[in-house]
């Protein structure tokens, strides 16, 4: 089992950047899928990135502003998130899968993050 922590989030306002980072504790992340989702009010919770021990994938909606990374040694995953538009606005969620591919639904996600807020002013 392992427990998944968040931090990192907070209010910046638009075009500016934030580095939110997930902490791993219980056991080593280094070979798992490592993803992160974010929830805005009312809306379902999407794919923003995931990584893998070799490859990355981000959803369109950010690719090119946002990028995810890991370290190992610290246990951590990271998603470092520029040019950041009102849009953005939500809960960012950590998770962790099995596997050698790097899925974008939800249900292929078998531990959680409690979710920290970032907030984007205009």
């Known amino acids: 089992q392992v427990q998944l922590v968040e931090s990192g989030g907070g209010l910046v306002q638009a075009g500016g950047s934030l580095r939110p980072s997930c902490a791993a504790f219980g056991r080593s992340i280094s070979i798992d899928i490592m993803a992160w989702f974010r929830q805005a009010p009312g809306k379902e919770r999407d794919f923003v990135a995931a990584i893998s021990y070799g490859s990355t994938t981000y959803a369109n909606s950010v690719k090119g502003r946002f990028t995810m990374s890991r370290d190992n040694a610290k246990n951590t995953v990271y998603l470092q998130m520029n040019s950041l538009q009102p849009d953005d606005t939500a809960v960012y969620y950590c998770?962790?899968?099995?596997?050698?591919?790097?899925?974008?639904?939800?249900?292929?996600?078998?531990?959680w993050g409690q979710g920290t807020q970032v907030t984007v002013s205009s």
């Open positions: 998770a962790q899968a099995y596997g050698r591919s790097l899925p974008k639904l939800t249900a292929e996600y078998n531990y």
